[in-house]
C-alpha cells in the first residue's frame, strides 16, 4: 500500500478557489494589456527600449511608465516557481518585482501548502503594492508576504532571513547583478534563482555561468536563467 495520499486527493492552493479563479483571470487580464505595453513606449525605438532595460539609471522612469500594465510572468514560469518551491520545501522567498503580485501568489501559494513560511517581495510603485495586497487578501495568502516598499536595492539591503530558499529576480533587469550580491551570502547550498528575462542583463548571465562564481546555471524555457547556488 502507498504511504502517500492519492493525487486527486491532493489537489494545492494553486488549484482551488479562491486562488486558481484569481489567476485564471489575472492571466486573462495579463494577455489583454500586453499590447498596450507596446503603446505606453511607442514612442521609443528598439534601440532606446533595449537602452533603457539595460540602465541602471533609467529604471524608474521606464517602470513609471509601466505602473498600470501587470508585466507578470508567463503561466509556466509561475508553475516552475510554484513547483520548485514546493519541491525543495522552501520556507524562506525573495522576490524582486511584484508587479499586481502573480508571481507572488504562485509562491506563496507553494508556502502555503509547505506548511508555512517567509516570501519578502519588493516593489517601488505604489499603487502596484497596493494591487498586489487585495490579490494577495483575495487569495488568503497575504499573512505569508511581506511587501517591502520601496527600491530594492535599499529594502533588500537589511532584514533578510539567515537562510534563503528561493530566489525569483523579476524587477529591472540591469540591477539583477546588484540584487543577487546583496543575498548572495544567505543563499543556502542548493538555493534556486530564478530570472526572468535575462537575456536583458548579459553581466548577470556572465556572473551566474562563470565557472567559479558558485553556480550551476542554465538558460529554461524561453525566457528563464535557472541557477543553483553551489556548496
Ligand atoms: C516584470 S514586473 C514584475 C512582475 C511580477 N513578478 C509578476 O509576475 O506579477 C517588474 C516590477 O518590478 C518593479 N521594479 C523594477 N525595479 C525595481 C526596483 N529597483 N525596486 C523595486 N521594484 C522594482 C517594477 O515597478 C515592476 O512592477
Same mark, same amino acid.
Given at each position: 500500500?502507498? $504511504?502517500?495520499?492519492? /493525487?486527486?486527493?491532493?489537489?494545492?492552493?494553486? $488549484?482551488?478557489?479562491?486562488?486558481?479563479?484569481?489567476?485564471?483571470?489575472?492571466?486573462?487580464?495579463?494577455?489583454?494589456?500586453?499590447?498596450?505595453?507596446?503603446?505606453?513606449? /511607442?514612442?521609443?525605438?528598439?534601440?532606446? &527600449?533595449?537602452?533603457?532595460?539595460?540602465?541602471?539609471?533609467?529604471?524608474?522612469?521606464?517602470?513609471?511608465?509601466?505602473? #498600470?500594465?501587470?508585466?507578470? =510572468?508567463?503561466?509556466?514560469?509561475?508553475?516552475? &516557481?510554484?513547483?520548485?518551491?514546493?519541491?525543495?520545501?522552501?520556507?524562506?522567498? =525573495?522576490?524582486?518585482?511584484?508587479?499586481?503580485?502573480?508571481?507572488?501568489? $504562485?509562491?506563496? /501559494?507553494?508556502?502555503? #501548502?509547505?506548511?508555512?513560511?517567509?516570501?519578502?517581495?519588493?516593489?517601488?510603485?505604489?499603487?502596484?503594492?497596493?494591487? +498586489?495586497?487585495?490579490?494577495?487578501?483575495?487569495?488568503?495568502?497575504?499573512?505569508?508576504?511581506?511587501?517591502?516598499?520601496?527600491?530594492?536595492?535599499?529594502?533588500?539591503?537589511?532584514?533578510?532571513?539567515? +537562510?534563503?530558499?528561493? *530566489?525569483?529576480?523579476?524587477?529591472?533587469?540591469?540591477?539583477?547583478?546588484?540584487?543577487?550580491?546583496?543575498?548572495?551570502?544567505?543563499?543556502?547550498?542548493?538555493?534556486?534563482?530564478?530570472?526572468?528575462? +535575462? #537575456? $536583458?542583463?548579459?553581466?548577470?548571465?556572465?556572473? *551566474?555561468?562563470?565557472?567559479?562564481?558558485?553556480?550551476?546555471?542554465?538558460?529554461?524555457?524561453? #525566457? =528563464?536563467?535557472?541557477?543553483?547556488?553551489?556548496?
Amino acid at each position: 500500500m502507498s $504511504h502517500f495520499p492519492a /493525487a486527486t486527493e491532493t489537489l494545492g492552493t494553486l $488549484h482551488t478557489a479562491p486562488l486558481a479563479p484569481l489567476l485564471t483571470r489575472l492571466f486573462a487580464q495579463a494577455e489583454e494589456n500586453s499590447p498596450r505595453n507596446a503603446e505606453a513606449l /511607442a514612442d521609443l525605438s528598439d534601440d532606446e &527600449l533595449e537602452r533603457q532595460m539595460r540602465s541602471k539609471t533609467g529604471y524608474i522612469d521606464f517602470y513609471t511608465r509601466l505602473k #498600470d500594465f501587470p508585466l507578470a =510572468v508567463s503561466p509556466e514560469t509561475g508553475q516552475l &516557481l510554484y513547483m520548485l518551491a514546493r519541491s525543495m520545501r522552501a520556507q524562506n522567498v =525573495v522576490e524582486f518585482g511584484t508587479s499586481f503580485g502573480v508571481s507572488t501568489l $504562485h509562491l506563496a /501559494a507553494a508556502l502555503r #501548502d509547505n506548511g508555512g513560511g517567509r516570501l519578502i517581495s519588493c516593489e517601488f510603485e505604489p499603487s502596484k503594492i497596493e494591487r +498586489a495586497q487585495r490579490n494577495l487578501s483575495e487569495a488568503r495568502l497575504l499573512d505569508l508576504v511581506e511587501l517591502r516598499a520601496g527600491d530594492a536595492l535599499q529594502t533588500l539591503s537589511a532584514d533578510l532571513p539567515a +537562510a534563503i530558499d528561493l *530566489v525569483l529576480l523579476d524587477g529591472a533587469k540591469a540591477l539583477y547583478p546588484e540584487i543577487l550580491a546583496l543575498l548572495e551570502d544567505r543563499l543556502r547550498p542548493g538555493a534556486f534563482v530564478v530570472a526572468d528575462n +535575462a #537575456d $536583458h542583463s548579459p553581466a548577470y548571465l556572465a556572473r *551566474v555561468r562563470s565557472s567559479n562564481a558558485g553556480y550551476m546555471s542554465i538558460p529554461v524555457g524561453a #525566457d =528563464v536563467e535557472l541557477s543553483m547556488r553551489l556548496g
